[in-house]
């Protein structure tokens, strides 16, 4: 079965990495829900060839970054979040907000959601920065490259392209480490 054919958005798939982190008993930080939503967003380029998250990702100085999810978690600076996100508005009561994740129905996106959260979840934000930082990610070809700089460094978009290649690289690595010829 393939993930549901229309994308998240970054605060859907944040609240399903807060449910996460909460049955372990505790937050996560913005940084930390950043990045492992940019992880979820690269690994599902590389594991079924289309975003499954529906905003662009941005270069910012501390890192890949989807705006929205930024903005609706500001306030709670480096403190940790142990509740949803409010992701929109209620359509039963007409106000305040509803809080949404990934459903259950939709198996392989979840799936995708715990091998992230497997993977990275146990990570301090310095860490997984790390990680997205490194020379010659998708952050670091888009946050270093001279017309960027030239720009001021404002408003840049990490090209999915540039996060395809990447994920797919880390994908086929994988499958070398678990001995899978299924590769592609």
Known sequence: MNPSQTPYSPLTV?????ELA????RGLTQLQMQKLSYLFYGW???????????????????????PPLYYETRFIGSQELDRYIPTGLNPWLYEGKMEELI???????????????????????????AITHKEGSPWYKTWHNDEAIQQGRRNLVIKDELIQE???????????????????
Do not use: C
């Open 103 to 129: 459903p259950r129905r939709d198996s392989e996106s979840r799936k995708l959601v715990d091998f992230i959260w497997r993977r990275y979840g146990h990570m301090t934000g310095p860490s997984l920065i």
């Open 44 to 66: 599902g380029w590389a594991l079924f060839d289309r975003p499954l998250v529906d905003h662009h990702v941005e270069a910012w100085k501390f890192g890949p970054v989807f």
């Open 22 to 25: 909460n049955k372990e008993g």
């Open 14 to 18: 944040a609240n399903s990495f807060i």
């Open 166 to 184: 990447e994920y797919k690289k880390l994908r086929d690595d994988l499958y070398r480490q678990l001995g899978d010829s299924s590769a592609n």
